[in-house]
């Protein structure tokens, strides 16, 4: 970006095993100083499909995207499924590395056949999400990939995300965590349109394999209850959670001051999935091309007007109940808010829970919470101040209950009533985040085993899953085929032959284990260069010592079992 240079390099060959995750944080800790400041010139930003994307293989539209985070200070990936993931991989490309630092203004770089420009972004900066993703399609044709940062990245703001194209072009599929929607602003880069038009295909190493491979996992997908169509995912969407863990007594509510609220019915999965039908939107979706779970949606206003694309289970929650808010279109309307200016829902759930906290709204006012989100669209100090999202929020406004680990903001789990999913968010290299470890699965929808919640001896688990999560992220696969092949053997075996046959690799189902833990080392030495100790794999204070309602529990994991999931 310092001199507005593209240009193409063919993959080194120790990088030739690498997709997603692993690429992104292999590129970060290779060139990167882990000390740098994330929002100046020397850190960096990759772009890498994983290792299936751009194949035909089952829900396989993911990409990774990478950097130093400015929420965390630590090494960062953000997941997300869309086209544009499979586009780019389609285009012959392994990776985008953006480096260096542009201030004068936004550009656009456009990607097709071959050759790759930067252009004046001018025309969409400084303006809603959704506006400028219609206007780029308008210009370079429906069928592309469009990513983006919105008015939270220009702002540098710690909780911007990084928008990606929906199937109906929809700014509305977010690598949400982590800030690296201001590191993509702060480089210069305000969007990228990849068109595969001519491109070369991702080369399959062994058909016979992939054919035979990608079979079993299809067979377990459609077989498994959560992920079969007509199951679970299918048919309420990931929001079908609401009242699974409000039930558990461990759903948020109100800034994590409560784990049950009798309201919660209201903004869940089939409450949401009744609400669609009756108004046109769609249900079951697809969030990009090839995906057989179909998890996603289109919410609408009334008369099917208005779309904004899915409310996921998290982004429900963090604009509905964490901030006592307890009707779906407000939750819609924050919603397609955060999507407009870039921001990650999560991180902005909390954000404005811990700020109604600290008196600048009521609990439940879901107006207020509008008009807050709209003061980042205004630029105002207020606006720049949310934009930083949950901690430093919280410290602005003397709040003490402030719920983030690392820096970044907690997910749809109160930690307290469910301890593996707590020790997951004090312990993974990404900070606060349930996809980086879901011990949900085991300990609350009994997939993969049972273990009881309660039960703070959890450093074996959140560590194996936090190995397993790390191989998904970088395979291109959604996280969500876990469900199935945690119980279906045959489907873990299928989505390592997958892998197998596009790399041309022979690995079992333990080296492909074994990839995950390498991934994770190299993510761990990234933080602990950047200054991130053990202190850092802490839960905050209130979490020891207020115990959370219904259940009446508090975060009891000893300091040495955190230790234990890493003794390193």
Known sequence: ?????????????????????????????????PTCHPLGPNNKLVFAPGIVTGTSAPTSGRISVGGKSPLTGGIKEANAGTSFAQKLAKAGIKAIIVEGQRKDKGYLLNIAKDKAELIDATPWSGRGLY????????????????CGTGIAGELGGAAAGIAFNDIEGLSSRYAGRGGLGAVMATRGLKFIVVNDEGGPGVEIHDKELFKHGTKKLTSALTTHGVTKPGGTLNTYGTDALINVINEAGALPHRNFSLGYDELAPLVSGEKKAETIKKRGGERPHMCSPGCIIQCSEVWVKEGGKDPVGVLEYESVWALGPNCGIYNLDDVGELNRACNDLGLDTIEAGD????????????????????????????????GRILANGTEFTGKAFGVTRIPTSKGQGMPAYDPRPIKGIGVTYMTTPMGADHTAGYAIAPEILGVGGKADPLDPKKADLSRGLQQATALIDSSGYCLFIAFAILDIPEGLEGMVESCNAVLGTKWTVSDAVNYGAKVLDIERKFNKAAGLTKAHDRPPEFMRTEALPPKNVVFDVSDAELDRVFPD
């Open 131 to 146: 506006e400028a993703f219609a206007q780029i399609g308008d210009k370079y044709g429906k069928d592309i990939g469009i």
């Open 351 to 382: 954000t404005l829970a811990v700020a109604m906290e600290g008196g600048l709204a009521n609990f439940g006012d879901g107006k207020k919470a509008l008009e807050m989100l709209e003061e980042v669209r205004k630029k105002t100090p207020l």
């Open 1 to 33: 970006m310092n001199e507005l240079k593209v240009s193409f390099e063919n993959v080194p060959s120790k990088w030739k095993d690498l997709g997603g995750r692993a690429l992104t944080s292999t590129i970060v800790s290779e060139e990167v100083p």
